[in-house]
Structures are given as C-alpha cells and as structure tokens.
C-alpha cells in the first residue's frame, strides 16, 4: 500500500502572534503553574519549559521519587494538552507503544477491513517512565516516532498530535535488566537534566502540604495549544546572530578534538543548542540570543551527545561528559 501521509495538522494561519513581552508573560504563567506542583525546583521547571518551547524533547535521569512523573503531568495540564504514560518493561512491545491495526467488527462480525488503534504515544505530553529498562526495539519505536512525529502503519502513516512533547526517565543508578540508550537515541533529545532532591525547607513544605496531590489535580491551563505553537514560532524568530553561531562552533569543535572523547557533537546537537538558547532567549522576553544562553544551557544539551574515549582515563558516566563540558567552556574566551 502507498505511504499516505495525513495532512499537517497545524495550521500556520491559526498560530498566534507574540512579540518577546509577551511571549514571557505566557511562559511565565506555565512556569509558576508548574511550580505549584513541583516544589522548590524553579531551575529545573524553567529547563522544561524551555525544552518545550523549543519544540524538543526531555530526558530526566535520576534517582525514583524526585518529582518526574509530576512535572510531566502538570506541564500537560499547564497547556491544557493530552497526557498519556507509558511504563517501559522488558516486555514491552512497539505496538504498545505506537499502536496497531486491529480487524474491524460490524454487530459482532468482521468486514474483513482494519482500523488504526492509536496507541499512548499519541499524546501532547507523553511520559516514557523508565525507558531503559525496555527492550531496543520498544526504545527504537519511541525514538523513531520522536524523530518523524509520526507513525507508519502497514504503509499509512499516522501524524502525532501537534506539539508532541515526550518527558523520558531513566534511574542512572539501575544497570541490573537495563538497556541504556545508544548515543544515537540519546542525540533525539534536547535536554537531558536531573530533577535532584529537595531542601530540607521545600521537603519538609510537600510534606505539609503534599503539591502532588492537593495542588496537581486542580491546576487549570496557563495557555491554550494554539498559543503554545504560537510561542514555539515565536522562539524560531529569535535572532541568533554570526557572533554566537562562531562561539556555539568552537564548543563543537572542542568536543570532536577532545584528548578524552571518542565521539563529539553532531551537526544535529549544533542546531538543539541553537534551538534552545532560542527558547531560553524567549523565556526571558527577549528577541535576541546572548552568549550566556548558550554557556548555560551546553552541558544540558551536550553532556548526552559525547562519548568518553574508553582508551582514556576517564570514567564512561554522564558525570564525566558534564564535566567536560565545563572544562570546554572555561577554556574558550565568551564573545563580548
């Protein structure tokens, strides 16, 4: 059967219009809506946010219990989007994940025709709980579906609900019945952060006041989808000037010549910084990228899409790559 590829389901003529003012007011509502919910990780509520405007993806690796599954679910409410969660199990297959084709029925018989049965990755805000403990083929079927926004079907090809946000978890500290995601997966997300544990001053206000299940469960939208693809354009039109597209490229270069790396940052990572230092730039109501959108925002981004040479002495874990990273960053003068 021929590919027959739905018709887009954004309409660029219904995209709301902001200017860099307004665009932070918008964002500012998500972000305090978000932070009812999720307490005393304003930084970690921004980096989201920012991932979303962005139009990128989210990988959260840390420890269970921190406040993952409850940042994904209130930023779904904050946009007054879809939400759908998907526990990834060794035993997971791909239909469960993209869906499948299922035999039509009329009164009880079958036509002898088939329906598309969408399954949880269609969704605004798709939490992927755990995602490497699930098999990779389970891990390549959500990745491809995060890469295309779409999913092919026995040659139909089925569009994603437009924005498509996926908000992936993994404990770094499980290796036990785990498949950790190759670098090529890793490089589909934008952002990978950890949520970390709280103060003792904000843990012991969720224990009084307990946000996830008081506060979550009432949270109203901040902003409508049509506005959301509006602040997603918005962030597209920041500028990004030749100053700072030489200073992001230094960074790159410094990490594929790197003594300690096998792999460094791909073009695709080049272009998510930009990406997200547009976001960031957004986030502060502005219509202009400064370097320190870019510096604050590079281990996040490519901490996930460097490999550590495994001939060096250095460790193989995420920690080692933040903080190479960093070591790129002191090293390189910030354009003025």
Avoid at 139 to 149: D, I, P, V
Avoid at 191 to 205: F, L, S
Avoid at 239 to 260: C, M, N, P, Q, S
Wanted: hydrophobic share 40%; with cysteine; charged share 25%.
């Amino acid at each position: 059967m021929p590919d027959e590829r739905l018709p887009p389901q954004s309409d660029d003529n219904a995209i709301s219009r902001f200017d860099a003012e307004q665009a932070a007011t918008l964002i500012t509502a998500i972000r305090h809506n978000v932070e009812r919910a999720l307490r005393g990780k304003p930084e970690v509520v921004r980096r989201a946010v920012e991932t979303l405007i962005a139009g990128g993806h989210l990988l959260l690796e840390d420890v269970p219990g921190v406040g993952k599954t409850t940042l994904a679910q209130a930023l779904a409410r904050s946009i007054d989007g879809s939400f759908s969660r998907i526990q990834f199990t060794s035993d997971l297959l791909p239909s469960d994940v993209l869906g499948a084709s299922i035999p039509e029925t009329r009164d009880g018989a079958p036509t002898g025709g088939f329906a598309f049965q969408p399954g949880p990755i269609f969704a605004n805000v798709v939490l992927a709980d755990e995602v490497n403990r699930a098999s990779p083929k389970a891990q390549s079927a959500l990745l491809e579906a995060m890469a295309e926004s779409g999913v092919t079907i026995d040659g139909v090809t089925h569009a994603l609900p437009e924005p498509h946000f996926v908000v992936a978890t993994q404990n770094p500290m499980e290796h036990h019945g785990a498949n950790p995601l190759p670098e090529s997966q890793l490089d589909r997300f934008l952002v990978r952060t950890g949520i970390g544990y709280p103060d003792p001053a904000d843990e012991a206000a969720v224990l009084r006041d307990d946000p996830a299940a008081t506060e979550l469960p009432r949270l109203q939208p901040a902003v409508t989808i049509p506005e959301l693809r509006g602040l997603q354009h918005a962030a597209q039109a920041v500028k990004f000037d030749e100053a700072l597209v030489g200073y992001l490229l230094a960074i790159v270069a410094e990490t594929r010549e790197h003594e300690a790396l096998e792999i460094g940052v791909s073009p695709r990572g080049s272009v998510a910084m930009r990406r997200a230092a547009q976001a960031r730039a957004l986030v502060d109501g502005r219509d202009f990228c400064i370097p320190e959108d870019v510096r604050d925002l590079a281990v996040d981004v490519f901490a996930h899409r460097i490999t550590v040479d495994p001939r060096s002495h250095h460790s193989r874990d995420g920690e080692e790559t933040s903080w190479i990273v960093r070591e790129i960053l002191e090293a390189l003068p910030v354009p003025l």
